[in-house]
């Protein structure tokens, strides 16, 4: 025989594609080894059934023989055991151990058998293979009818290309249905009859492939219910319950353990190796709270995990109820709350999250995305079940509380914003059947209301504010009007007391109020409404004119007239707001009508929000409102209107429009009254009549405007403000301040002089004395000796004029005052050394002897005698050379003269006593001028120094100036004016 015809190597030449089921019975089933037919079937795996079948039967048929040597070994141990039990003497006690010797009896057997036939032992071994390979084969074909047709376009699971038993290449017959499959199936047959079952059960777990799953469960039960919890972990969390139920464990409640799960093995008889362990009723529970957990966290599906506990329940699992109640009320949260469209992290609720929130912020929760349109349906469909379930459970735990479900509503309403606690309130309306209200007591409603209200700090939301109230009851209260009077006062006392802040209170809030109007009977209550009514209506016109305050503000100021005009004045000059002031009369006479109501009393004998001020006080500060805001023709129209809504006096009138004109000047910028505030105070005393004061203030501001203009500066780089000119106490020194700063002011006469008089003083004939003064002083500095004398020659006829004036014997202070300026000057210019005209120095020495006191004139006439004598010898000197060139003419001599000043001395009753030495008249010059600078109200400055006189170089005037400012006169300058006043007096001319 060839090899071509050997049936064996015909066999094995074949490869497994090209097996078919006559291939099997023509060439297979003809050999005659049966161990070598049984180990062909053994090794070949192929994907179509019917080959696949025929191997097996095959196979199973050819190890026929192994099972009959069996049975015979068997039945010789058999007779072994019975005749050794028949011969024992105890029979009953060996009766008990019967089994074990029967067991140990067919071991020993079959090792024997087998040792003595090791073809045997190998075909019994391949039979085992076989047999299970026929059950998985039958379990195949019924999975096929369950599993999803495959598609040329499926591709092999990733798991399955790991498969141990591939050979490296790809299968590409997975994709196709396997030749003679009933149905076809994704998993191929050469796989499932090898693979591990445990693994094929889960991967069908993870693509849900559930009937084949049940199947797989069911046909061998011995081989994978020990891994069912394995199995049921790798179907995905999203999965539906109801799609696996009958996967699902259950209790059984007689024993309180796992149930039984019921299989259909293929073989009917299983080894004691091949039974399981039931979980306790308490084990499965908490695989069903594990399974729920993982579902929530790794999906967020509720739903899902709500459903798997469910169906626990109605499998007998205990103590599923209030898991399965929880889940339910999460449900809600998740999927019946509206959510926005961009859902936040916040969003994601997990059951360890639900769990970890206290019943508050549930109910806060249940409404954070509810508007005020459905605010009301969600609290019914939302937050009242879970309410009840709270109370139920507090029941079941023997700690009812009635009052709960109220208590979380009414905390939510009380942190809730007005615009969701007004359509609460609107669902709440006595109106209403009590069915159909979220909030049923009408008292409680009010003490709601009340402390929503005035726990609110908004300042914009008075039409909801009106809303919430149009909501609440209205008590038909019969009560008297005294009664009505003390019991509004001292309501009102005690709310505004509860709601001043603390440090322990900074803000009342809406909690904090309604334990305060919890306990008050029903009138108070129904009080406490008329005075939210009051102050509901204040706090619109408050709003209407951009001056909005919260409701607990009425409240703090209702017995403080301090706040409510400070709040009046704010509404005055406030009105309108920024961008939107008032430019026409009609809103003006609205805003004082307004202004007005808020200080009457309501027809309920309530104050309203100005109660505590007068209707004059209100009108005089709403003047100062428009006054303020620059509207004088408007005012002026007001004034001069015929319904006289300006009731004021024209004195009142006129102090307000200077108080307003007074602070516009004072927040001005700028001195000039040609542009901005200074302007708008300027014009403002133009509003009343005109009158002394009026024109007195606008002169001040004039006087203003040209100090302004002289570039006076307050601090290095920085112009004097006009509040510091204001704040000035010697106005005065600021004429200093101009000549001193200004190089060439001292040669405008005039108009320092008008300057003085609009700094207020007019008629004041000292302050124009000291003003000529401080002009030559000036112009002496400047060397201008000509501006000087006319300066002190004006200065003179002023003092002069008022010294005539005043009543005989009397001298009065301002006489007096200008009488010192006016001779100290005299002294100064007439001593001066460099102004050569002598004429006009001896005249102003002649003035300084008329003016002075008596004790300064030896002083005096010491200097105009030593210039007399001057003018005498540079006489003599003009003289003798005249004579020599002209006519000689009669001249008046010296002796003539000084018997003339000896004459006018004797009339001023001067002593005759020799004159005092120089050093004396030094020391009494400096005492002098000490007292005199006091009335010297300006400064001196720096004079030039071109020329010297020799008593400029022993100690005179030099080039430091001296300061004079009011009473206040720095040491520094004290010094410069002893010594300067000292060269004045003639104190060196001996030395």
């Not at 059947?433 to 908004?458: F, H, I, M, T």
């Not at 006392?493 to 603390?502: M, N």
């Not at 007439?830 to 002649?846: A, T």
Request: negative net charge; charged residues 25%; aromatic residues 8%.
């Amino acid at each position: 025989m060839s090899s071509s015809d050997d049936p064996y190597t015909h066999w094995t030449a074949l490869s497994d594609d090209e097996l078919t089921v006559d291939n099997v019975e023509e060439i297979l089933r003809a050999l005659e080894d049966d161990l070598w037919v049984a180990a062909a079937c053994v090794d070949r795996l192929v994907d179509d059934v019917a080959v696949q079948r025929s191997l097996l039967q095959l196979g199973v048929e050819r190890t026929e023989s192994v099972v009959e040597s069996g049975n015979k070994s068997l039945t010789f141990s058999k007779i072994l055991v019975e005749e050794a039990l028949n011969a024992s003497d105890d029979g009953q006690a060996d009766a008990d151990s019967s089994v074990d010797a029967e067991v140990k009896t067919r071991r020993d057997a079959l090792a024997s058998h087998f040792r003595d036939a090791p073809v045997d032992a190998q075909l019994c071994q391949m039979r085992g293979i076989l047999l299970d390979r026929l059950d998985r084969l039958n379990t195949f074909v019924e999975l096929c009818k369950e599993l999803p047709v495959a598609t040329n376009e499926d591709e092999l699971d990733d798991e399955w290309e790991d498969d141990p038993w591939a050979d490296g290449t790809p299968d590409t017959s997975s994709t196709k249905p396997p030749r003679g499959s009933p149905v076809d199936s994704p998993v191929p047959l050469s796989i499932f009859l090898v693979d591990d079952l445990l693994d094929i059960s889960r991967i069908f777990a993870a693509h849900e492939y559930y009937p084949a799953l049940h199947i797989l469960l069911s046909r061998h039960t011995s081989s994978l219910w020990a891994y069912r919890f394995t199995i049921l972990d790798r179907i995905p969390d999203h999965a539906h319950p109801s799609e696996y139920r009958d996967l699902l464990p259950g209790c059984d409640a007689s024993t309180d353990m796992e149930a039984q799960f019921t299989g259909q093995n293929w073989r009917q008889e299983t080894d004691w190796a091949e039974s399981v362990d039931l979980l306790t009723s308490t084990e499965v529970i908490t695989w069903y709270k594990q399974r729920v957990d993982r579902v929530i966290s790794s999906t967020g599906m509720v739903d899902i995990a709500l459903a798997l506990i469910q169906h626990g329940a109605s499998q007998g699992v205990p103590d599923l109820d209030e898991l399965g109640e929880e889940l339910s009320l999460l449900a809600r949260l998740v999927y019946d709350v509206p959510h926005s469209s961009d859902a936040a992290e916040e969003d994601d609720w997990t059951l360890a999250r639900w769990h970890s929130m206290d019943p508050a912020s549930i109910v806060k929760a249940y409404l954070s995305h509810s508007t005020p349109d459905t605010i009301a349906k969600d609290i019914s469909r939302l937050v009242m079940p879970y309410l009840f379930v709270l109370e139920s459970r507090a029941e079941r735990a023997g700690q009812p509380d009635p009052d709960l479900p109220n208590r979380l509503l009414y905390d939510y309403i009380l942190t809730a914003p007005l615009s969701i606690s007004a359509a609460i309130f609107e669902a709440s309306k006595p109106t209403l059947l009590p069915a159909q209200r979220l909030v049923r007591d009408d008292e409680v409603l009010a003490k709601l209301a009340l402390a929503c209200l005035y726990g609110s700090n908004s300042k914009t939301e008075w039409s909801t504010m009106s809303r919430i109230f149009e909501c609440l009851p209205a008590w038909d209260i019969n009560r008297d009007d005294e009664d009505q009077a003390d019991e509004a006062d001292s309501t009102l006392v005690s709310l505004g007391a509860f709601v001043v802040p603390s440090t322990a209170r900074p803000h009342c809030t809406a909690p904090d109020l309604l334990l305060f109007f919890n306990p008050l009977p029903l009138a108070s209550l129904s009080r406490a409404l008329d005075i939210l009514d009051v102050h509901l209506e204040s706090g619109e016109i408050f709003a209407r004119w951009n001056v909005a305050a919260p409701l607990q503000w009425f409240l703090r100021s209702s017995h403080d007239a301090a706040e409510q005009r400070a709040w009046a004045n704010r509404m005055a000059r406030r009105a309108g707001g920024p961008g939107e002031e008032l430019t026409r009369r009609e809103d003006w006479e609205w805003l004082l009508d307004d202004m007005l109501k808020l200080c009457s009393i309501s027809e309920t004998g309530l104050k309203s929000a100005f109660g505590l001020l007068s209707n004059d006080e209100v009108i005089r500060i709403f003047f100062a409102g428009l006054l303020s805001s620059g509207r004088f023709n408007i005012a002026k129209d007001m004034l001069r209107s015929a319904n006289q809504k300006l009731s004021l006096s024209s004195d009142a009138v006129e102090d307000i429009c200077l108080a307003a004109s007074r602070e516009f000047y004072d927040n001005a910028s700028s001195g000039n009254y040609k542009f901005g505030d200074m302007k708008l105070a300027y014009e403002c005393l133009d509003v009343p009549p005109p009158s002394d004061k009026l024109s007195s203030e606008k002169e001040f501001i004039e006087a203003t405007s040209r100090l302004s203009s002289f570039n006076i500066i307050s601090r290095p780089g920085i112009p004097i403000s006009p509040i510091e000119i204001r704040l000035t106490k010697d106005r005065l020194s600021l004429i200093s301040r101009v000549l001193s700063s200004n190089a060439d002011a001292y040669k405008h006469t005039q108009v320092i002089l008008d300057l003085l008089y609009k700094l207020g003083f007019r008629n004041n004939v000292a302050a124009e004395a000291k003003t000529l003064a401080m002009l030559a002083d000036t112009a002496l500095q400047a060397e201008d000796f000509a501006r000087a004398y006319e300066a002190s020659e004006r200065m003179i006829h002023t003092v002069l004029h008022l010294r005539s004036a005043a009543p005989l014997g009397v001298e009065e202070p301002m006489v007096q005052e200008a009488s010192n300026v006016c001779w100290v000057a005299c002294f100064q210019l007439g001593r001066q050394p460099e102004f050569p005209d002598v004429r006009k120095k001896l005249l102003l020495l002649g003035r300084a002897l008329e003016l002075c006191p008596a004790d300064k004139l030896h002083d005096v006439l010491n200097a105009w005698r030593r210039l007399e004598k001057e003018d005498l010898e540079r006489r003599r000197e003009e003289l003798a050379g005249y004579a020599t060139k002209a006519p000689r003419k009669r001249v008046s001599s010296p002796d003539k003269q000084l018997s003339s000043l000896g004459m006018r001395l004797h009339d001023l009753h001067m002593p005759s006593s020799p004159l005092v030495n120089a050093e004396d008249a030094a020391a009494l010059a400096s005492r002098t001028f000490n007292r005199m600078a006091s009335n010297f109200p300006f400064s001196v400055g720096a004079r030039s120094r071109s020329t010297f006189s020799r008593e400029d170089e022993s100690g005179g005037r030099g080039e430091g100036g001296v300061g004079f400012d009011g009473d206040v006169v720095s040491a520094q300058a004290s010094r410069v004016l002893q010594k300067g006043i000292g060269w004045l007096l003639g104190a060196d001319d001996d030395s």
